[in-house]
């Protein structure tokens, strides 16, 4: 039996866990650990300029790889940084370990230096969290952190480790299995409620297939592909889902919800059977929940229970994993009639035709979609996207070609501006092979400039591609739509030398105003080994397009320009 | 059961016994906006476990968005949530001494209980009853001005 400090233990953990990266900064209570990776050389650490990019430098490795990532913070603000981080991981589901260190046992409760309560703050934000007491759990608790962040409905979880475990010494085990009695994730389907799912199906004529970012999550896009092309039912996206069919397969109708396309949100709206899949009815999906697919009933396929019946209620609850399920389902529709669904097909394929995705292009300016659509080009498929959060978000969704699942991370449940630089850093240093874009905004990029530092460091190059409208855009687009066009604090006319910034901390600037420029930056950033700040001009008042209003009925949306009449 | 939006109703939580995971589910009520109208907890007897007893309001979907979020915590064990239960709540009284001691004795023992305490200046009472009753109890109590009643809140067990 080893005897080692719980420093070492939490690196042995680390490496027990085939963690290769992890990021971290480091501080009072979590020194021993930071001295016992110093003599390691299991896993690399990449030191991030602040505690919440190294939580979402690990989310993008998580999202990335399909791993646990694994961020590591001191105690009080260090910890306090990184909450953002947890709860954006929280509510996309995303599998990660967060350590952080803890003032000692006798000082907890005392308002020692750099004491928060960690596992109080954290509570709401992860799904689960420990606060190790004694030297003896540490194992254990290390070996079910992981275990719960990766099984049934993936989550971050919180290790907080006081600063005397770190340094006591005993022995170590490493637990090769964990039994949690009071955990026990649902994995396979209910043999009935399936059979009934399949009867629902043959019998739909207008099936839609809904599919959210729990396919990603369950790696079963394969499964899903296979399902609608055995059935021909035409297939919706959420914005985690985005990858999950493939831009070219005929099948998808795109994005619905509040920036869905008008095939996506006629699709739902007149559907008469929702198969949902890994998908939660969320808000921003729904728009007025009343009006929402009123004439289908539902099949829902969650691996959280607490998922099904939360929002809309539910005609065939399916709890379990939806790559169980499928498995399960796809066999017994063998004998699915194809042709019961061409009249369905016909009439959403009018409606893309009718209101296809679009935009107006212009020769003066780069239009934000013509960026999207030319990265696509010129990289597509070979390329991790990332995105903040706001209208270069919704653009991203809505117009990059991608093919695959995990090739586009972003922050959908929280919305966290500042997320897609560090989570570049993580999708980059799992695939150093690939482009790794994060396109962002002027308001967005700010939020975690000080990734420069560790970009240029490690020499991990990230493409920045800034779609600039000297605005916050989306706030922006919203004033002008419900705010008689009072542009409260959202004009970002002042501005830094973005080139100039990003050269000053070791990476290299590109100005771009013309489709010229756009062209020539992209491909010299793709060859530099440098990180980038690509800074796009692009037109000011651009919206994003469809759009349903707040609250609004999904089929009630504000259409582009460029689409032939209404309905 | 009807589907009544603001029903009373009673969850036993049976949870592993290790710190802070009351806090977890009281956390979570408090997130989710959910209502606690009482809450007991203590150890089940030669378990690692705890025994939660919590009473609240609302309609059947929203308790069943309760169960189910219970449920997702990590050291829950199970919820109950209660149909057929036998309820009861205890409660200690307080009353000054020159009150009518003979008809306070009366009255806790109509209600399940009796006298546990007799000091210089005051009486302490003691009833154990269904939820209803208890709040009988204290209604008719009122008349012998108590000092302090404290209520034990709710514990339940599924017939």
């Known amino acids: 039996m080893a005897q080692m400090s719980g420093a070492q233990m939490v690196c042995e953990a680390i490496i027990a866990e085939g963690v290769k990266t992890v990021f971290g900064y480091p501080g009072g209570a979590i020194m021993h650990v930071y001295d016992e990776i110093y003599k390691q050389e299991g896993f690399e650490h990449i030191l991030n300029r602040h505690e919440q990019a190294s939580v979402h430098a690990a989310d993008g490795y998580a999202r990335a790889t399909g791993e646990v990532g694994v961020a590591m913070v001191t105690s009080g603000p260090g910890f306090t940084n990184a909450v953002t981080g947890l709860a954006t991981a929280y509510m996309d589901s995303i599998p990660l370990v967060v350590i952080s260190g803890q003032v000692p046992l006798a000082l907890i409760g005392t308002d020692g230096f750099q004491e928060i309560d960690a596992v109080g703050i954290s509570r709401p934000c992860t799904k689960h969290n420990f606060l190790v007491r004694t030297l003896e759990e540490l194992p254990r608790v290390l070996k079910e952190a992981f275990y719960i962040a990766r099984s049934g409905r993936p989550g971050p979880v919180l290790v907080d480790i006081p600063k005397d475990i770190t340094v006591d010494i005993g022995e170590f085990v490493y637990p090769d299995s964990v039994d949690i009695p009071t955990y026990k994730p649902t994995y396979k389907g209910n043999k009935r409620q399936i059979e009934k799912a399949v009867e629902a199906i043959k019998k739909a004529k207008k099936p839609l297939l809904y599919i959210g970012g729990g396919v990603v999550l369950s790696n079963a896009y394969e499964l899903v592909r296979e399902l609608a092309k055995k059935t021909q039912i035409p297939v919706v996206e959420t914005l985690m889902a985005r990858g999950v069919m493939g831009a070219k397969n005929p099948l998808l109708l795109g994005m619905l919800g509040m920036h869905g396309n008008y095939a996506s949100n006629m699709a739902m709206s007149e559907t008469d059977l929702v198969i949902s899949l890994g998908a939660r009815f969320d808000d921003r999906v729904t728009g007025k929940l009343s009006e929402f697919a009123k004439y289908a009933d539902i099949i829902h396929v969650d691996i959280d229970a607490a998922n099904i019946g939360k929002l809309v209620d539910v005609d065939y609850p399916i709890v379990g994993d939806v790559t169980e399920v499928l498995e399960a389902m796809l066999p017994q529709l063998d004998d699915v009639d194809t042709d019961r669904y061409e009249a369905w097909r016909n009439i959403l394929k009018r409606y893309d035709e009718l209101h296809p995705q679009s935009y107006v292009d212009s020769d003066e300016v780069i239009k934000p979609q013509w960026a999207i659509e030319r990265i696509g080009e010129l990289i597509g498929e070979d390329a991790i996207i990332t995105s903040d959060v706001g209208q270069h978000q919704m653009w991203a969704a809505q117009h990059y070609p991608f093919d695959r699942p995990r090739q586009w991370i972003n922050s959908g449940g929280l919305g966290t501006m500042g997320f897609g630089f560090p989570a570049a850093l993580g999708a980059k240093r799992a695939f150093p092979e690939k482009t790794v874009v994060n396109v962002t905004g002027d308001g967005s990029i700010l939020m975690n400039m000080q990734e420069l530092v560790t970009a240029a460091e490690y020499k991990i190059p990230v493409i920045n591609m800034i779609l600039n409208n000297h605005f916050l855009g989306m706030v922006r687009q919203w004033q002008t739509f419900f705010y008689e066009k009072r542009y409260s604090e959202t004009d970002l006319t002042f501005q830094p030398n973005w080139k100039a910034l990003a050269e000053a901390c070791g990476g290299i600037g590109y100005d771009v105003s013309t489709k010229a420029e756009f062209d020539a930056a992209i491909k010299d950033a793709i060859k530099q080994d440098k990180v980038c700040f690509m800074n796009v001009a692009v037109n000011r008042f651009e919206d994003v397009l469809p759009m349903v209003p707040s609250g609004g009925a999904l089929f009630n949306m504000m259409l582009p320009q460029t689409t032939k009449g209404d309905a | ?159």
């Open chain 2, 1 to 159: 059961m009807a589907n009544l939006a603001n029903e009373r109703r009673v969850i036993s939580v049976i949870v592993m016994n290790e710190s802070s995971v009351l806090s977890r589910i009281t956390s979570l009520f408090a997130a989710r906006g959910y209502n606690i109208e009482s809450l007991t907890v203590a150890p089940i007897p030669d378990s690692d476990m705890s025994h939660i007893t919590i009473a609240t309001k609302g309609s059947s979907k929203l308790m069943e968005q309760i169960t189910k979020q219970l449920h997702k915590l990590i050291p829950v064990y199970k919820v109950i949530e209660h149909e057929e239960m036998v309820e009861k709540e205890m409660v200690l009284a307080k009353f000054p001494i020159a009150e009518n001691l003979a008809d306070i004795s009366v009255l806790s023992a109509a209600y399940n209980g009796g006298v546990v305490n007799v000091g210089k200046e005051m009486i302490i009472v003691m009833v154990a009853d269904e939820p209803k009753r208890v709040k009988h109890f204290i209604e008719a109590a009122q008349r012998y001005n108590p000092c302090e009643i404290v209520r034990g809140g709710v514990v339940a067990i599924e017939r």
